[in-house]
């Protein structure tokens, strides 16, 4: 069981019941491959690597209940770590996230190869041959703090360009993977420059925030279509529902920074100019904290802090100065003169 962490967040997404997709046509439990009968890459995607982590089921439960298939190729869908995730208690949902040790830290030759037996272990090495096999992985995941949906597209441009060609999440992180183990999106050729084999991990948001559920949909949607396993016909009609789901978020979120324009709280500024200006300044945060270069500095929690800060003022109205006021403004005593 996972040490238990405090928790803040409220649970708004419901855990899917996965049993039905215990008995698959693998062999090994809750791993089904769908194989299209025509030449094509061997696509994997894969959730529940970490048991406490909703979205990814909830994206491969999508998967089954609308009856998709892959049109090229062969696709697997995997529920990593089961024996966490059906231990999943939303009365207690940080102790799930693994059995006896974190199942995204065993990817090494070594400790696959190795003497220890725990039950991640075990559960790594039979599902193993498909993760060699696999051309081209998304591993789905969340995160417990608030933070913008990611993707952590590896160390090698071949990652990079994957994720551009997914589109969603818009923001891309170039990682280096994971100190303390190697992750399973780590595994063999996918970071090896000279493979085409090639894997992306995307955190689609707070662990059991509403928005997580639909995004890791989409990013799976994208990704199938993107690799051509789906037709973009296959996922027109649902990427459009996605679409104004999100759309949704965005027409409230304008109502509620207009009302706080009427009220003289904010800059009067097209309402986006302020959502998208804390977008940008929490995209350059996020990119520094994963730096290289800048996260050696010891006080990077007292820069976040201050960062935060700014976050949280930048609007307010009375700050926001532009070069046609300041023209205006010095224009002025020269026509009063006259
Ligand atoms: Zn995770």
Redesign the pocket.
């Known amino acids: 069981m996972t040490p238990r962490v405090k928790n803040d967040f409220p649970i708004e997404l419901t855990a899917p019941d996965i049993t039905a997709y215990k008995v698959g046509n693998t062999g090994v439990d809750y791993v089904t491959t769908l194989d299209s009968d025509t030449p094509g890459p061997h696509v994997m995607v894969t959730a529940a ?2 048991g ?2 909703i979205c ?1 089921p909830i994206a491969l439960d999508y998967f089954y209940q609308n009856d998709l298939r892959p049109r090229i190729g062969k696709l697997t869908l995997a529920f990593c770590n089961y024996e966490a995730y059906l231990g999943f208690d939303p009365e207690d949902p940080t102790v799930s ?1 693994y059995v006896d040790e974190d199942f ?1 830290r065993v990817w090494s030759e070594e400790t696959l190869d190795g003497p220890r037996q725990t039950q991640e272990l075990i559960r790594a090495r039979e599902f193993r041959p498909f993760v060699a096999d696999a051309d081209l992985l998304l ?1 789905i ?3 417990q703090k608030k933070t913008d949906p990611l993707m952590l597209s590896g160390p090698l441009p071949k990652g990079r360009e994957l994720a551009r060609g997914t589109q969603v999440p818009e923001i891309v992180v170039s990682d280096h993977g994971h100190a303390s183990g190697k992750r399973m999106r780590d595994y063999g050729d996918f970071i090896n420059p000279n493979s085409p084999k090639n894997s992306l ?1 995307v ?1 689609c948001g707070q ?1 059991w925030e509403k928005a997580c559920g639909p995004l890791a949909i989409e990013t799976m949607l994208r990704f199938l279509a993107h690799t051509e396993t789906l037709s973009a016909e296959d996922v027109a009609d649902q990427l459009e529902q996605l679409h104004v789901m999100r759309r949704s978020n965005e027409d409230s979120l304008n109502s509620m920074i207009t009302r706080l324009i009427d009220r003289g709280v904010l800059e009067d500024v097209p309402p986006h100019y302020h959502y998208l200006a804390c977008w940008a300044l929490a995209q350059g945060a996020v990119e520094l904290c994963f730096s290289r270069s800048w996260n050696y500095r010891l006080d990077s929690d007292d820069l976040m802090k201050f960062i935060t800060g700014v976050g949280v003022t930048m609007g307010n109205r009375g700050q926001y100065r532009n070069l046609s006021d300041s023209k205006a403004s010095a224009a002025k005593p020269a026509v009063d003169n006259k």
């Open positions: 690597v970490h406490n982590e990814g996230r995204n591993d995941h969340s995160m991990l955190e662990h």
